[in-house]
């Protein structure tokens, strides 16, 4: 464009071209002046331009991209645009300036106020119509924005195509354009208002996106799933879980199985091999490791950048849906890793999302982990909480989730959390309590299980804080459970010894009943104490290989019978050698031996043990469920216990050293024959097969029980007795 034309053009058609205003709609589209009606389009690539209906010819502005012209006033409110670009490509649309705004003012007050749980069905790319024209309505919060456009294959990733209108005060950018189909690649470009950076950005609510290292999001066909779970759905709304089984498998999809060229299973063949896996166990609970858009393997799906979206990894939105329908119809509940505690810093993504700290905050003493390098939200910003909220809202929604898993929450409770001294900001207290993190908790908990009963939310919580599983109002942070990272920490220490030594480390067998009771605790053996070089769970067991699987059977034995919920990472199941690879599938060669073969079928049995006694589970979370036989036998290293519901009582007896113990006696709480229904030791284990047949109960007190029985003890083992 040429001087004398530049001088021609007012100062909003020079923004146009320069593709910096805020406000295309003001210059662009339909217009009235001087009693005359014209329509004015900007078409970069454009050679001619006409209107259909009625056939008017639109004349180039010379040396500008703009093409004119009058109409009659009973033009079409929505006209269709016929141009042939420099290629001779013939298009047809209607004009995308041609559409008012779409998104109310309650949606805008909601989403400011941090209350609209479902402004994912507004924000983002959304296949609609308006007035009979189909289309996509863009829409994306970039407040420090001066200029917000949709770009994608549809205008050749060309900014000045289609600038995108701002919704006032709301920081909302939208705009509809008629004819995009579903499939289509888009990002938004953005140029900060202040600096004047141009930034490409993928849809923070984006619901699908391309395979990485691509990071495009993808127009996605909504309500396109015909679900098959309602039976699954409608029991869960009245499921009272705290009561009943919760066994979970926690699953990485990419690397549990592969196939013969080490590529990963989709979503469906998952859906198939991984539930069918998975019910034969016995687990009551698939646990993914998250499986939001991410695009670094490596980082096992810990680092998200589409909190909207299933990775694309293993197929489409809708495969998904068809994998958690299979577990609902086999029985099986799918709870999902969902990381609200930090974000990746990739340049495409969140991080100074419209050229500011939007999403983090700017001090990096409260905006970034610098032990894992990513950003920390803003959780005191309305429209951040909400992103955040609506998320969760969308798994449990959309794709019919269980619960979520939250991860890193004791990051997100303190603002000292893994810093030095002076690398923290206090809170307007002086504490080092994150105040704004631990209100989006609350709410996170409260909405939640207010508007999706019978769903669970779970916390990695590592430290003591008080109350993470007791009601909000209480003062508590109301999430459903907790894992037990106390007694996980202490078992795997006092496993770790030399048998010979265990007695010098008793209380660590003990010490968690302590505090058993204050939480609703989940007993992990998870991903993370299966990398890093802290060894497998079969080689965190000392001695030789035969006392390695009694150990780790003895282990298994013990936490299904403790109370609290359970949780196995994939591979702990038959004992694994290898630590936990994320670019492979499991070892499952292994079970070609018969170690492996008996701890996988011991793991079944627990399962199927663990729901069908109702001891085993009813009071998990309360004392009534669990009372101490003897903690006190620290010299042979045996412990035992009863665990008790409202229907049966059931003994439980350890021994964690390789010395079988004759003629044990302990008490019992009444007369009768008591049967061994459980034996770590079995031969079908791969056990040395000791143990005991009936046994009647003498009137001898012991123990501080009235009566007692005499046992044979099997070495590294634990037993089961039902009267």
Same mark, same amino acid.
């Given at each position: 464009m040429n001087k004398q034309s530049q001088n021609k053009l007012d100062k909003d058609e020079l923004k146009i071209i320069e593709a910096r205003h805020h406000d295309p709609y003001c210059v662009l589209g339909r217009h009235s002046k001087n009693g005359k009606t014209f329509v004015k389009v900007y078409l970069p690539h454009a050679e001619s331009v006409k209107i259909v209906a009625p056939a008017i010819e639109l004349q180039r502005i010379p040396d500008t991209d703009f093409f004119s012209a009058a109409v009659p006033e009973d033009l079409p409110e929505h006209y269709l645009l016929h141009w042939v670009d420099k290629n001779g490509n013939h298009y047809e649309n209607h004009?995308?300036?041609?559409?008012?705004?779409?998104?109310?003012?309650?949606?805008?007050?909601?989403?400011?106020?941090?209350?609209?749980?479902?402004?994912?069905?507004?924000?983002?790319?959304?296949l609609t119509c308006i007035d009979d024209v189909p289309g996509v309505l863009f829409s994306v919060w970039a407040p420090n924005a001066g200029r917000v456009s949709v770009v994608g294959e549809f205008n050749e990733w060309d900014g000045r195509c289609n600038p995108m209108r701002t919704l006032g005060g709301s920081g909302i950018w939208e705009i509809f354009i008629p004819e995009l189909n579903a499939g289509s690649l888009y990002k938004f470009e953005i140029q900060n208002r202040y600096s004047g950076e141009i930034l490409l950005k993928t849809d923070p609510y984006g619901q699908q996106f391309e395979l990485r290292p691509q990071t495009a999001a993808i127009v996605f066909k909504e309500d396109n799933y015909q679900w098959q779970d309602n039976s699954w759905m409608d029991h869960r709304a009245s499921h009272e879980w705290l009561h009943q089984p919760t066994s979970i498998y926690e699953v990485h999809l990419g690397s549990w199985q592969r196939d013969a060229d080490n590529n990963f299973l989709s979503y469906r063949e998952l859906a198939e091999q991984l539930v069918d896996y998975v019910k034969e166990m016995g687990f009551t609970h698939i646990e993914l490791l998250p499986i939001t858009e991410h695009p670094y393997d490596l980082s096992w799906g810990y680092q998200t950048t589409g909190y909207f979206a299933p990775t694309s990894r293993f197929g489409s939105p809708d495969d998904f849906r068809y994998f958690v329908d299979c577990c609902h119809n086999n029985g099986i509940g799918v709870?999902?890793?969902?990381?609200?505690?930090?974000?990746?810093?990739?340049?495409?993504?969140?991080?100074?999302f419209d050229g500011s700290a939007l999403y983090e905050h700017e001090d990096p003493r409260k905006g970034e982990h610098r032990?894992?390098?990513?950003?920390?939200?803003?959780?005191?910003?309305?429209?951040?909480?909400?992103?955040?909220?609506?998320?969760?809202?969308?798994?449990?929604?959309?794709?019919?989730?269980?619960?979520l898993r939250v991860d890193a929450v004791a990051s997100m409770l303190y603002l000292d959390y893994s810093r030095e001294d002076d690398d923290w900001i206090p809170n307007m207290y002086g504490g080092n309590e994150n105040l704004e993190a631990i209100d989006f908790l609350r709410e996170l908990n409260t909405v939640t299980h207010e508007q999706h009963p019978g769903t669970v939310?779970?916390?990695?919580?590592?430290?003591?804080?008080?109350?993470?599983?007791r009601p909000t109002w209480t003062g508590g942070l109301g999430f459903s459970m907790k894992w037990n990272?106390?007694?996980?920490?202490?078992i795997l220490s006092y496993m770790s010894h030399d048998t010979i030594h265990r007695m010098h480390h008793h209380d660590q067998l003990t010490f968690g009943l302590l505090y058993a009771f204050t939480e609703n605790f989940i007993l992990p053996f998870s991903h993370d104490e299966v990398v890093h070089g802290k060894n497998s769970m079969l080689y965190k067991m000392p001695g030789d290989e035969w006392q390695r699987f009694a150990n780790l059977r003895l282990l298994y034995t013990f936490m299904y019978t403790y109370p609290g919920k359970k949780l196995l990472f994939m591979g702990c199941e038959f004992a694994q050698g290898s630590e936990w690879d994320v670019t492979k599938a499991l070892d499952w060669y292994v079970l070609d031996y018969p170690f492996h073969q008996g701890v996988q079928g011991l793991v079944k049995d627990l399962n199927k043990l663990y729901k069908k006694h109702s001891s $085993?589970?009813?009071?998990?979370?309360?004392? #009534?469920?669990?009372? &101490?036989i003897d903690c006190h036998d620290v010299k042979q290293s045996i412990i035992s216990y009863m665990r008790?519901?409202?229907?049966?009582?059931l003994l439980i007896v350890l021994n964690f050293t390789p010395v079988p113990r004759e003629n044990y006696r302990i008490g019992?709480?009444?007369?009768?024959?008591?049967?061994?229904?459980?034996?770590?030791?079995?031969?079908?284990?791969?056990?040395?097969? $000791?143990?005991?047949?009936?046994?009647?109960? #003498?009137?001898?007190? &012991?123990?501080?029980?009235?009566h007692s029985i005499e046992l044979t003890i099997p070495p590294l083992a634990g037993i089961i007795l039902s009267l």
């Open positions: 004009d995308p300036y041609s559409f008012g705004p779409q998104m109310s003012d309650f949606d805008q007050h909601l989403f400011a106020e941090g209350k609209h749980w479902y402004i994912y069905q507004k924000l983002g790319a959304h709870i999902l890793d969902w990381v609200p505690a930090h974000f990746p810093k990739d340049s495409f993504a969140l991080a100074r032990d894992w390098g990513t950003l920390i939200y803003n959780y005191g910003r309305n429209e951040v909480k909400n992103f955040l909220l609506a998320s969760a809202f969308f798994w449990l929604e959309e794709y019919h989730l269980d619960g939310v779970m916390a990695e919580e590592s430290t003591a804080w008080p109350q993470v599983t990272m106390g007694w996980m920490h202490d $085993l589970f009813q009071y998990d979370f309360h004392e #009534q469920g669990f009372a &101490w008790i519901s409202d229907n049966e009582t019992v709480p009444a007369e009768g024959t008591y049967r061994e229904i459980f034996n770590s030791d079995s031969s079908i284990y791969n056990g040395a097969n $000791l143990g005991n047949g009936p046994k009647t109960a #003498q009137p001898t007190p &012991w123990m501080g029980q009235p």
